[in-house]
């Protein structure tokens, strides 16, 4: 069983930073595949990043070279370091976490909002 929490999230100009965390309480965080997933209003839920236990990462086209994922294993914790951010970025931000590389997430956050000005 595992808990996430997200925070860092808030309002930001455009070409501004912000940096996500996950904290994860339960047990065993270093044996999940870790991602985040982003909503905007009136859109699906899409996957933003995505962090293998190895460390292998994954980025959607839309915030490669911006965005970048990260985990510690010793502070269970999750981290996504947003830059250059655009208001098309604008979206509540959810960490998910399944102890397969495929398939269902077996855990989800309850969300943190980004809001990017222009």
């Known amino acids: 069983q595992v808990q996430l929490a997200e925070s860092g999230g808030g309002l930001v100009q455009a070409g501004g930073s912000l940096r996500l965390s996950c904290a994860a309480s339960?047990?065993?965080?270093?044996?999940?595949?870790m991602s985040w997933f982003r909503q905007a209003p009136g859109k699906e839920r899409e996957l933003v990043a995505r962090?293998?236990?190895?460390?292998?990462?994954y980025y959607a086209d839309s915030v490669h070279g911006r965005f970048t994922i990260s985990r510690d294993n010793a502070r269970n914790t999750l981290y996504l370091q947003m830059n250059s951010l655009k208001p098309g970025d604008t979206a509540v931000y959810y960490c998910?976490?399944?102890?397969?590389?495929?398939?269902?997430?077996?855990?989800w956050g309850q969300g943190t909002q980004v809001t990017v000005s222009s």
């Open positions: 339960g047990s065993n965080f270093s044996t999940y595949h």
């Open positions: 962090i293998s236990i190895g460390g292998g990462k």
């Open positions: 998910a976490a399944r102890l397969l590389p495929l398939g269902k997430y077996n855990y």
